[in-house]
């Protein structure tokens, strides 16, 4: 498929070049920083753009847990690795800097999820699944069977907002002597 860049074709290949340079999906957020802080482009035009090249299917936009995701497509890395030198070199620098910088992050960043559901074998109960991944590898699941909607959703919200507390508090309890 053939695509015109021509209307902000440097800020399209920043995002082009940024992804094909991840070895996993850029969030919005992460995007929003990289091309904000440097000032490639502002907010709209960094939002104008995403959906242009997702439109031209040079990039595709997936959603996990209510977050925008972005991977490059085949097309979309042909392009930026064809045209990353039409970037002037200390925008390469600085966006080969933020894939490192990244790259480091991720392999850090924990994967916190807090959900329930409602309990279809009974009719006031709630299942409550907590759960903490690193790296795809299970670091401490709890499920909970709870009364009310209320408390399931309180206990969400706790769980995500003091996830380092909890896991640290019960496992102390489970290895104390």
């Given at each position: 498929?053939?695509?015109?860049?021509?209307?902000?074709?440097?800020?399209?290949?920043?995002?082009?070049?940024?992804?094909?340079?991840?070895?996993?999906?850029?969030?919005?957020?992460?995007?929003?920083?990289?091309?904000?802080?440097?000032?490639?482009?502002?907010?709209?035009?960094?939002?104008?753009?995403?959906?242009?090249?997702?439109?031209?299917?040079?990039?595709?936009?997936?959603?996990?847990?209510?977050?925008?995701?972005?991977?490059?497509?085949?097309?979309?890395?042909?392009?930026?690795?064809?045209?990353?030198?039409?970037?002037?070199?200390?925008?390469?620098?600085?966006?080969?800097?933020?894939?490192?910088?990244?790259?480091k992050e991720?392999?850090?960043?924990?994967?916190?999820?807090?959900?329930?559901?409602?309990?279809?074998?009974?009719?006031?109960?709630?299942?409550?699944?907590?759960?903490?991944?690193?790296?795809?590898?299970?670091?401490?699941?709890?499920?909970?069977?709870?009364?009310?909607?209320?408390?399931?959703?309180?206990?969400?919200?706790?769980?995500?907002?003091?996830?380092?507390?909890?896991?640290s508090e019960?496992?102390?309890?489970?290895?104390?002597?």
């Amino acid at each position: 498929m053939s695509y015109d860049m021509t209307e902000n074709t440097q800020d399209k290949l920043i995002i082009l070049y940024l992804l094909t340079k991840m070895q996993s999906p850029l969030t919005l957020s992460q995007l929003t920083i990289a091309i904000l802080e440097q000032e490639y482009c502002d907010y709209f035009t960094l939002q104008q753009n995403l959906t242009e090249l997702n439109k031209a299917s040079l990039i595709i936009k997936n959603m996990h847990n209510n977050i925008s995701n972005y991977t490059v497509t085949p097309s979309g890395a042909q392009i930026a690795n064809a045209h990353f030198q039409l970037l002037p070199p200390d925008i390469l620098a600085e966006l080969n800097q933020f894939v490192l910088d990244t790259s480091k992050e991720a392999k850090n960043i924990l994967d916190i999820t807090a959900t329930y559901c409602k309990n279809n074998e009974k009719e006031h109960e709630y299942i409550v699944y907590c759960k903490i991944t690193e790296n795809d590898s299970i670091l401490f699941e709890l499920n909970l069977n709870v009364s009310t909607n209320n408390v399931a959703n309180s206990i969400c919200n706790n769980f995500k907002k003091n996830t380092n507390e909890i896991y640290s508090e019960i496992l102390h309890l489970l290895t104390k002597g």
